[in-house]
C-alpha cells in the first residue's frame, strides 16, 4: 500500500477505458490521469486503497515514444473531449483493437472470434457534424465552450480541432448577438437567466447547416438580428430553432421546439441514402465513419434479397435503410416517437418501400411481432449504451434467425450479449471495431453471429 501525499516513480503499462495511465510501482497498480503508456512518471499519491492508488502527474521523467503535440489551443488541455488527444493516433488504435479483445475475453469468457484490427480515419480531425456548446457567464461576459474534465466549468473554444470549420464562426457570431442584445445567460444553480447551449448540426455533404438555441423560457430578444447575422456570415445557414427547456435538469434538450426560420430540418447523405435531421433526432456524428461502419454491418448481414430483416434500436431508420438496399423486407423498432416518425420520411425519402416502422419499447414490440407471425432471417441490433434487454435477446433467439449483427457503442455490454447468445446458440465469429471518435476512449464495434 502507497503512502497518500508521497512522490513515487510509476512506469505506465497501459491505460484504461476512461484515458487513464495504468502505472506500476513495485507491482502495485497506480491510476495517474494524462499519463501515456510507455512513460515513467512522478507522481503523488491522492488516494491509497488496498489493491491500488490514484495519483496526481508531477512530472514526466521519460517520455512516451507515442506523445505527441496536441493541435488544439493551450487552454483545451483541461477540455473533458479528446481524453487521448496526445497519443500518436496509431497508438490509439492499437489501445482500442487491444480494449475490445480484452473485454469479449475478461467480461464475455469467448475464444475463437476473430477480432480485427480498429479501421481509423485518413484525417483524424473536423470529423463531427454536431456540437453542443454550453453557456456561462464569467466575470460579467459571456463563455462559450466545452466543460472541464469532471467539472460544469465552461472552458472557452475559439477553435476545435474535432468539430466542423463552421462551428468556430457559429459560436462567434451568437457571441456578438449576446452582447449586442443584452441577452441573459443561464445559471445552472440559480435555474435563472435564458440561453442555456448552443447546438449545431452541420450537413458535411450538402453543407446546410441547423443552430439550435436552448433556452430557460419561450423567446429571446430581437431574434430577427441574430438571424439576419447567421445569413450574412453562415455558409450554408438554413434554419434556427429554439428548443424550449425550462426543467432543472442536466439533460440538454427540451421536447418543445420552436422554428424561427427556416423548415426545422435540413439534409445529408450516408453513401446514396438522403436523411432528414431534426433537432431532436440522432443522426451519427462522424458521416465519415458511419458509411464505414454501416458498409461492414451490412457486409455481415450477407443479404441476398429474399431476406426479412428486423433492426431493433432503428433510430431514424439510418441502417435499415442501408439493408432495405438488399433485403425483401424490413421491420425497424425505436422507443423513440419522433424518431420513427424521421425513419417513416427517410424511407419515403430515398423510395425504400419494404420497410415498416413501430414506435415502442424493444422489449415488448419484437416479442408481439414474433407472437403475430413475424419473422427474420437477418437481425441487427443496434443498443444504446447498456446494451440489448434480455427479453430482446430471448425473442431473437426464439426467431432462430441465421445471422446476428450486433453493432455496439460499449465494448462491455458488447461481450456480456455476446456471451448470453453464446450460451443460447449462436457464435459470434468476427467483431470489427470502428474508431468513430478519433482522440477520445470511445469505439464502435459491429460483430456478426451465426446460429451453431
Known sequence: ???????YVVDIVDMGESGVGIGKYNGFTVFVDAALVGEKVKVKINKSKKNYAVGDLVEIVQQSPFRVARVCDDNLKM??????????????????????????????????VNILNTIGMENPFRYRNKAQFP??????????????????????????????????????VVREYILENN???????????????IVTKIGFTTGEVMVVLVVNGKKLPNIDKLVDKLTEKIEGF????????????????????????GTGKINDYIGKLVFEISPLSFFQVNPVQTEVL?????????????????DIYCGIGTISLFLAQKAKKV???????????????????????????????????????????????????????KGCDEKVLDTIISMEPERVVYVSCNP??????????????????????????????HVENVAVLTKK
Open 294 to 310: 454501416y458498409n461492414k454491418a451490412l457486409e455481415y448481414a450477407n443479404l441476398t434479397g429474399n431476406e426479412t430483416v428486423f
Open 238 to 261: 438554413k434554419t434556427l430553432v429554439l428548443n424550449i427547456n425550462t426543467n432543472k435538469t442536466n439533460v440538454i434538450l427540451g421536447r418543445e421546439n420552436k422554428v424561427i426560420c
Open 135 to 172: 453557456v456561462q457567464m464569467k466575470n460579467g461576459k459571456p463563455v462559450i465552450g466545452f466543460y472541464k474534465k469532471k467539472s460544469h466549468e465552461v472552458i472557452p473554444t475559439a477553435k476545435c480541432m474535432i468539430q466542423h470549420e463552421l462551428n468556430d464562426k457559429i459560436i462567434e
Open 183 to 197: 441577452v441573459s445567460v443561464y445559471d445552472e444553480v440559480k435555474h435563472k437567466g435564458i440561453l442555456r447551449h
Open 412 to 441: 462491455s455490454t458488447l461481450a456480456r450479449d455476446l456471451a448470453y447468445l453464446d450460451e443460447r446458440g449462436y457464435k459470434c465469429d468476427e467483431i470489427q471495431p470502428v474508431d468513430m471518435f478519433p482522440h477520445s476512449v
Open 79 to 112: 477540455c473533458g473531449g479528446c481524453q487521448i488527444q496526445e497519443l500518436d493516433y496509431n497508438k490509439q488504435l492499437e489501445l482500442k483493437t487491444n480494449e475490445v479483445k480484452q473485454v469479449v475475453s475478461r467480461i464475455g469468457k469467448l475464444e475463437n
Open 1 to 7: 500500500m502507497l503512502e497518500k501525499n508521497k512522490e
Open 331 to 385: 421491420y425497424g423498432i425505436e422507443i423513440v416517437e419522433d424518431a420513427i416518425k424521421d425513419a417513416k420520411i427517410n424511407a419515403k425519402l430515398n423510395g425504400l418501400d419494404n420497410t415498416e416502422f413501430y414506435a415502442g419499447k424493444a422489449e415488448e414490440v419484437v416479442p408481439k411481432m414474433y407472437k403475430e407471425g413475424k419473422k427474420a432471417d437477418v437481425v441487427v441490433v443496434d443498443p444504446p449504451r
